[in-house]
């Protein structure tokens, strides 16, 4: 058998046996996200925790805001899940408070593919306050924050 067809047979075999034949993994939609935050924040609220809504990016906050003033004059459990600018990754913060005590557990699905399906990490920081975001205008987009995230102490 001469050399090339020799070599462009091994060649051969290492291309076929270095294709990937698992089927492509798809992006989860925009859909599956929500549900997976939804099904996630859940385990991060107390039963008598009065919602005051899920803010997607770019959302008024106006209501959302109402809602934790009431809740804190009344002194009852609030929570309000907002999301936030992502580069590479679906990203959302839950503020939640009780009794004075305020604190928000930011969410972050940054490598979610080497944990196998569409999932979060998660960490609480405490915070003084809330704010509300803002809309900052570029040239070519406008930059939404978070419409409301927490103020750290």
């Known amino acids: 058998m001469p050399v090339s067809l020799t070599l462009c047979s091994i060649g051969f075999v290492i291309v076929l046996a270095s294709v990937d034949t698992r089927p492509p993994r798809l992006h989860p939609t925009l859909n599956s996200w929500r549900q997976v935050i939804e099904s996630t924040v859940v385990t991060h609220l107390s039963?008598?925790?009065v919602s005051c809504g899920i803010l997607n990016l770019g959302a008024e906050a106006a209501s959302a805001v109402r809602c934790i003033a009431q809740a804190q004059r009344k002194g009852i459990a609030f929570w309000v899940l907002s999301q936030a600018p992502g580069i590479d990754s679906q990203v959302w913060t839950l503020l939640r408070g009780n009794k004075g005590d305020l604190t928000a557990v930011e969410f972050d699905s940054y490598n979610w593919e080497t944990r196998g399906k569409p999932s979060f990490t998660s960490?609480?920081?405490?915070?003084?306050?809330?704010?509300?975001?803002?809309?900052?205008?570029?040239?070519?987009y406008d930059y939404h924050e978070a419409a409301i995230s927490c103020a750290r102490e």
Do not use: F, L, T
């Open 47 to 49: 039963k008598d925790a």
């Open 123 to 140: 960490y609480a920081v405490r915070c003084k306050s809330y704010e509300i975001g803002k809309v900052q205008r570029r040239k070519n």
